[in-house]
């Protein structure tokens, strides 16, 4: 499944305020890209992006931090249990318990998400939809545990 239509509200483009490094952001797109770096210009420059794809494409752009590698799907990870803190994004993600998330994409990334092969396959690491499900049964394990 991608994250379009329904499930749309899964993708790191939807308009949600998240707090990162002290500032808000207005999408966890925003956030994860500025996170790329520790100049605070370029941080700022990302913040402030008209839209996600802004965002990412100066993300692009940005001198890597030297620990990046190492910290980007634990960077994600907070992003996603901030994003999902949201009062109407809770009840849509637990929504999708049964359902596999997987962020099918043509734009060729086979490491947050997954694509479509010629021959019908899916590949990739799809890692945004591990994190995504890792978010969900914490929520679902917080939800439990008030009942």
Partial sequence: MGFHGPYRFLSNFWSVDVVSDGFTYPTVEHAYQAAKTLDGLERA???????????????????????????????????????????????????????????VNDWGDTYWGAVRRADGAIVGQNRLGVLLRQVRAELLREVVARL
Avoid: S, Y
């Fill in 45 to 103: 420059r990302i913040r402030q992006a008209a839209t996600p794809g802004e965002a990412k494409e100066l993300g692009r752009q940005v001198a890597l931090r030297g620990d990046w590698e190492q910290i980007r799907d634990d960077v994600m990870l907070g992003l996603l249990r901030h994003k999902f803190r949201d009062q109407d994004l809770l009840p849509q993600l637990l929504g999708t318990l049964g359902r596999d998330l997987v962020e």
